[in-house]
């Protein structure tokens, strides 16, 4: 599995559609696209809520990212993630 890491920003349709229920509904959307949810954060600032998921590979972050966009009407950036440890594997090959 991959790492992703996803942000949101609410849009204002977002905002008046906030709910327990949407949390779940998006979970759920998350695990069909294959994904594992590793941590969800809600924060205060430029972006407003953190995912760190895990995907098969990144066609699949890419659609459950587009899914839970039209569904909520979250604005999302997903990006892939290594860890530290691997990135620093990586870079000794350079």
């Given at each position: 599995?991959?790492?992703f890491?996803?942000?949101?920003?609410?849009?204002?349709?977002?905002?008046?559609?906030?709910s327990?229920d949407?949390?779940v509904?998006g979970?759920?959307l998350?695990?069909?696209?294959?994904?594992?949810?590793?941590?969800?954060?809600?924060?205060?600032?430029?972006?407003?809520?953190i995912?760190?998921?895990?995907?098969?590979?990144?066609?699949?972050a890419?659609?459950?990212?587009?899914?839970?966009?039209?569904m909520?009407?979250?604005?999302?950036?997903?990006?892939?993630?290594?860890?530290?440890?691997?990135?620093?594997?990586?870079?000794?090959?350079?």
């Open positions: 599995m991959n790492t890491v996803m942000f949101g920003k609410y849009t204002s349709e977002a905002v008046h559609k906030m327990p949407r949390t509904q979970l759920s998350i695990k069909k696209f294959g994904g594992e949810i590793q941590a969800m954060y809600a924060l205060l600032g430029e972006i407003d809520l995912f760190v998921l895990t995907f098969p590979n990144i066609e699949q890419m659609k459950a990212s587009i899914a839970l966009s039209k909520t009407g979250i604005s999302f950036t997903t990006s892939p993630a290594v860890s530290v440890g691997e990135f620093d594997k990586l870079i000794t090959d350079v």
